[in-house]
């Protein structure tokens, strides 16, 4: 069992939905990631989060760390939102453990 | 801020031949570096953590014969592949952290193509 779990492996939406993507790791961990990689395969790093929830523009990442469960919404989807989102759960000294990713698709 | 440079961003070379790949950190020092491999459609896989001066460690199953890492700066980590052959065709992503529990800031990647 791999220990970052995410959901659903892809989504395809229309431009304007509410998007969620779910996430759940099963060791203990300080923070959870939720990274951006773009279809050329650069990664940008969207958040980091130890609890509760963080929001940056139209992206809202909320974390319950008792149950191991962290959640990536996006508000009024946009193609440009199409990516892969990935959750990263770091062990100790960063040592990361990655999902297998989310492949969001926004049609227009 | 935080901004990680890595270099080139795509090289197609010939089979034997070795390809070096450069991870910069532009506005900070980056204490500790990571090396990852990602084949399609899959997660990234650690292949060695780096840290400025010392002796990179390696993940099990990764040659670090074959995958050349030099951490020689605060800023500046190579990888250097050696010897490729097609099935090293892959798109490796370096990151970096101020290290501890500092955040790992990622470079734009590199798609190594071997022929």
């Known amino acids: 069992k791999n220990e970052v779990e995410q959901s659903p492996q892809n989504l395809t939406a229309q431009e304007g939905e509410f998007i969620t993507i779910n996430c759940s790791y099963s060791?203990?961990?300080?923070?959870l990631h939720w990274l951006q990689q773009h279809p050329g395969g650069g990664i940008v790093s969207l958040f980091m989060?130890?609890?509760g929830k963080k929001k940056h523009g139209r992206l809202i990442a909320t974390i319950n760390i008792q149950e191991k469960h962290s959640s990536l919404h996006i508000t009024a989807s946009h193609p440009r939102d199409s990516a892969v989102y990935i959750c990263?759960?770091?062990?100790?000294?960063?040592?990361?453990?990655f999902g297998a990713g989310t492949r969001l698709t926004v049609k227009p | 801020g935080a901004v990680v440079s890595q270099h080139p961003s795509w090289v197609i070379c010939k089979s034997g031949t070795s390809v070096k790949i450069e991870c910069r950190s532009l506005?900070?020092?980056?204490?500790?570096m990571f090396w990852y491999r990602q084949f399609p459609k899959q997660s990234l896989m650690l292949m060695a953590t780096?840290?400025?001066?010392?002796?990179?460690?390696?993940e099990q199953g990764v040659e670090k014969d074959k995958f050349l890492i030099n951490h020689a700066s605060l800023t500046l980590s190579t990888l250097t592949v050696t010897s490729a052959h097609p099935e090293d065709s892959s798109f490796y992503i370096c990151?970096?952290?101020?290290?501890?529990?500092?955040?790992?800031?990622f470079g734009d990647g590199t798609r190594l193509s071997i022929l």
């Open positions: 990263a759960a770091p062990y100790n000294n960063n040592d990361m453990r």
């Open positions: 506005d900070f020092q980056a204490t500790t």
């Open positions: 989060l130890s609890s």
């Open positions: 990151s970096a952290s101020r290290g501890g529990t500092q955040p790992q800031h």
């Open positions: 780096s840290n400025e001066g010392s002796k990179a460690t390696y």
């Open positions: 060791v203990g961990i300080s923070a």
